[in-house]
């Protein structure tokens, strides 16, 4: 899609931004390499395209007569619609991902998330960590899709795009962030803000583990006020403790391919502990 050239632009400037200062040395696995590695080229080489196709074959069965039925509206309330209804589907369909960590029917939802969360570091590279079948499920292609079907091809492109550009900023290494949070003046307006909209610190959150993290806290992408509305708003004082799944790391495979590929657990446990967990307990 005409989005995705600006948005690998972006994304490698702040990678090599993130590289020069530091933020990557040492702490990728094999594993992590496989992950990100085999994610960020099958992703938009060939899974996008089937769920595009997918969607695009449903919303003709399901809305015959709906070709093009919408492009007459204007551009900015059909963004800022779409906008709001993609973030709200988005922060349900998040939600009830995380929720199968616990509820045994939405575990397959979690197995096909869990990718995303399984790496124990936060850097623009995490937003290359996607299942391949995270596009069939995810809300946000789905009403996308389907805009596009109706004839809001361009309001539905920036929201795709604004999504991407905030997703850049909330995974990048940089915590800005924190300082405005800590000013003594703009620090109490800032975590004001921060009810609106989402910070890179509480996605940070949303990733770790131990004090600061809450892997069942912000599940918006953006708006943050869904979170406060819901029930689900943190903000944090600082990085969470680790970032992560805890417990037995799941096999690249299964992170990439779930549900085509199913490694046993007993499989994934043992020999996978990070060289990394022994240099933090070394130095806690
Ligand atoms: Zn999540
Ligand atoms: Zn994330």
């Known amino acids: 899609m005409s989005y995705y050239g600006p948005v690998l632009a972006v994304t490698a400037v702040i990678l090599l931004t993130e590289i020069l200062m530091g933020r990557h040395r040492g702490i990728y696995r094999r594993d992590d390499i496989l992950v990100i590695g085999l994610c960020a080229l099958l992703n938009p080489l060939v899974t996008r395209a089937l769920a595009g196709l997918l969607i695009a074959g449903a919303a003709a069965l399901l809305l015959p007569q709906g070709k093009g039925a919408l492009a007459h509206l204007p551009l900015l309330p059909s963004y ?117 909209l989402i910070s890179p610190g509480m996605h940070h959150s949303h990733h770790g583990y131990g004090k600061d993290g809450a892997s069942y806290r912000n599940y918006a992408v953006t708006f943050a006020f869904l979170d406060w509305m819901f029930g689900t708003l943190h903000i944090p004082e600082g990085r969470p403790w680790r970032y992560g799944v805890p417990g037995a790391q799941p096999h690249w495979a299964e992170e990439i391919f779930y549900p085509l590929v199913r490694i046993p657990a007993s499989v994934q446990e043992g020999g996978k502990a990070h060289p990394a967990d022994a240099e933090e307990k070394a130095v806690a």
């Open 80 to 196: 800022i619609g779409l906008f709001l209804l993609v973030e709200f589907a988005f922060y349900w369909g998040h939600r009830w991902a995380h929720e199968g960590q616990r509820r045994p029917a939405l575990r397959w939802l979690w197995k096909i998330h869990r990718t995303h969360h399984a790496g124990r570091y936060m850097n623009v590279l995490v937003t290359q960590r996607i299942n391949l079948f995270w596009s069939f499920v995810v809300p946000t292609a789905w009403i996308t899709g389907f805009a596009v079907y109706l004839g809001q091809g361009m309001a539905a492109g920036l929201v795709v795009l604004t999504i991407f550009c905030w997703n850049l900023i909330t995974h990048s290494h940089f915590r800005w962030d924190d300082a405005i949070r800590r000013h003594p003046r703009l620090g109490r307006a800032f975590r004001g803000i921060e009810h609106l």
